[in-house]
């Protein structure tokens, strides 16, 4: 029962392009949505969230877009760096159970 | 200062053997989480406690037992160990009780291998 899935288990970019990485989900419940970001042999750190009542937060060199219809969300970089490169993990919850649900991440690497 | 600390990094152990997991937090959080993250590289949560009552219990074996001897800790106990319990577990906090939109501070992550 994967209701957040992340279709793109890699992405490669060019230093100074955009990176956008993709994020679906199934359950209409949920409203509140968060990017976390995972190097190697360290836990996910929090990066940008956005709450069901808006269709884009923006911070700095990251912007993430909701798509409610669609049930979509995207994270895009830009410009993208080389310390960008790690595993991104799009994550929803409902305000109605405590349970985050996690996506199975995207490793974007960043080349100089 | 680490936030959220997770002891040990790295676990290697046989079958049958029992383990356990410590985690503990310095910020000072209400809630705290136990997460799987298995072979498909999904992160699942496995337990949460608030203030030591236990608030979710997914669907994992009898054989996982978390215990709160404080809000600050929430350790994790498996007996029995199995194959398919090799996986890198991570501890996590969060401020509030409920995780609505709450954001969670996560450790480094335990890395079980039972061989």
Redesign the interface.
């Known amino acids: 029962d994967?209701q957040v899935k992340q279709n793109s288990p890699s992405l490669s970019v060019q230093e100074g392009r955009i990176s956008i990485l993709n994020c679906d989900y199934t359950n209409s419940m949920f409203d509140?949505f968060?990017w976390?970001k995972k190097y190697p042999?360290?836990?996910?750190?929090?990066l940008i969230?956005i709450?069901s009542i808006k269709d884009k937060n923006e911070d700095g060199r990251f912007t993430v877009f909701l798509n409610k219809s669609a049930k979509h969300l995207s994270l895009h970089i830009v410009p993208s760096q080389p310390g960008d490169s790690a595993v991104y993990?799009c994550?929803a919850?409902?305000?109605n159970?405590?349970?985050?649900r996690?996506?199975?991440?995207t490793r974007l690497t960043v080349k100089p | 200062d680490t936030a959220v600390s997770q002891t040990p990094k790295y676990l290697v152990t046989q079958m049958g053997n029992d383990k356990s997991i410590k985690c503990e937090q310095n910020l000072g959080h209400d809630t705290m989480y136990w997460y799987k993250q298995d072979s498909k590289k999904f992160l699942k949560i496995m337990f949460s406690y608030n203030n030591k009552e236990l608030i979710i219990n997914e669907t994992v074996p009898n054989r996982f037992s978390p215990k709160s001897p404080d809000k600050a800790h929430l350790n994790l106990h498996i007996n029995s160990l199995e194959l398919g319990d090799s996986a890198v577990y991570f501890c996590a906090s969060s401020r509030f009780k409920w995780v609505g939109a709450n954001v969670l501070t996560f450790g480094a992550g335990s890395r079980l291998t039972v061989l």
């Open positions: 994967q509140y968060l976390y042999a360290e836990g996910p750190t929090f969230s709450s993990f994550a919850s409902a305000a159970n405590n349970d985050m996690f996506g199975a991440g």
